[in-house]
């Protein structure tokens, strides 16, 4: 399994000019397989809704529903926390991608939460292997917003003021998670794998992590760090969402954790500098002050004379 431009690498720090390496304790976020349960987690599709692939995670059957196995999800969503806050601890971008109706909110409110990114209207295709022209429909919403912010709709007839506006719409919906992200993401984290099927398709193609919600209807092989789990109730989707959230915030805290023990060390190695400067200011103050008396008392000679 490979990993685009080292983002999963060891959150350390090198200390300052020492050349020293100091690790960062870092927390992932607690939860228990009571909780999963409470959330519903376990509950797979139907029967006859399933995937071959997805056999060996799930523990039976109920009502011809499927039961997955929360023993085997809870360490695969460990894992993929893991490598969500080491992607954030190296200052890497987390895409959320969740565009079916139930999910739509919840991935907007914990993608802005944790400061990432999200898509949750509709996937366009290209969105990561074609960037050039996705920045492109960006530019043309940063340039409809300045116009109606501005006021700048003069010249315009009201059909054609109704058409921009109707674009600016459209283009808001679709692009407004990923406006400011400046490239492609490092990580994504995937609600429903079979209906994101492109963003995988895409991530894969770029050799982008991705974390993917497996249920019973899902392909596994698909994505890195599948979690097994159920993709349709809100509570399952609200109880993810809030993890990974919360993953990032504690790798994003260990960055700037990281950024802090380098400027302490640099400041610290200033402090003695900054001592002898100041004392060879003190000393040279005083031999003004010790050479101004000499030459006034010459002066007063001179005039005496």
């Known amino acids: 399994?490979?990993?685009?431009?080292?983002?999963?690498?060891?959150?350390?720090?090198?200390?300052?000019?020492?050349?020293?390496?100091?690790?960062?304790k870092m927390s992932l976020p607690k939860f228990t397989i009571r909780q999963m349960i409470e959330n519903g987690v376990h509950f797979g599709h139907h029967a006859r809704r399933w995937n071959p692939k997805m056999a060996s995670y799930i523990y039976g059957k109920k009502d011809n529903?499927?039961?997955?196995?929360?023993?085997?999800?809870?360490?695969?969503l460990y894992s993929a926390l893991n490598a969500a806050r080491e992607i954030a601890a190296n200052g890497g971008k987390v895409l959320f991608v969740g565009t079916k109706k139930q999910a739509q909110d919840?991935?907007?409110?914990?993608?802005?939460?944790?400061g990432q990114y999200y898509v949750n209207y509709r996937?366009?295709?290209?969105?990561?292997?074609?960037?050039?022209?996705?920045?492109?429909?960006?530019s043309r919403l940063n340039k409809l917003n300045e116009m109606f912010e501005n006021d700048a709709t003069e010249g315009y007839t009201k059909k054609e003021l109704l058409n921009l506006k109707r674009e600016q719409e459209k283009l808001a919906k679709e692009l407004n998670g990923v406006m400011n992200m400046g490239g492609q993401p490092d990580l994504l984290f995937i609600i429903d794998m079979p209906k994101e099927d492109l963003a995988i398709k895409e991530a894969k193609k770029l050799g982008i992590p991705v974390i993917g919600i497996a249920d019973t209807n899902a392909d596994p092989s698909l994505v890195d760090f599948p979690v097994p789990g159920n993709d349709d109730a809100v509570r399952a989707i609200q109880f993810y969402c809030e993890l990974v959230s919360s993953a990032v915030l504690d790798?994003?805290?260990a960055e700037i954790?990281?950024?802090?023990?380098?400027?302490?060390?640099?400041?610290?190695?200033?402090?003695?500098?900054?001592?002898?400067?100041?004392?060879?200011?003190?000393?040279?103050?005083?031999?003004?002050?010790?050479?101004?008396?000499?030459?006034?008392?010459?002066?007063?000679?001179?005039?005496?004379?």
Not at 1 to 24: E, H, P
Not at 263 to 269: F, K, P
Request: proline share 3%.
């Open 251 to 253: 790798g994003i805290q």
């Open 123 to 138: 996937w366009l295709g290209g969105m990561l292997t074609n960037w050039k022209t996705v920045y492109k429909s960006i």
């Open 65 to 76: 529903v499927h039961i997955i196995d929360l023993q085997q999800t809870y360490p695969m």
């Open 1 to 24: 399994m490979s990993f685009r431009s080292g983002a999963l690498k060891r959150a350390n720090v090198c200390g300052g000019l020492t050349g020293k390496q100091k690790d960062i």
């Open 257 to 305: 954790a990281a950024q802090g023990v380098k400027v302490d060390e640099i400041v610290a190695e200033a402090k003695p500098a900054k001592k002898k400067a100041a004392k060879k200011e003190a000393d040279a103050e005083t031999a003004t002050e010790e050479k101004a008396p000499a030459k006034k008392s010459s002066k007063k000679k001179a005039a005496a004379e």
């Open 106 to 114: 919840i991935v907007k409110e914990n993608a802005e939460r944790c």
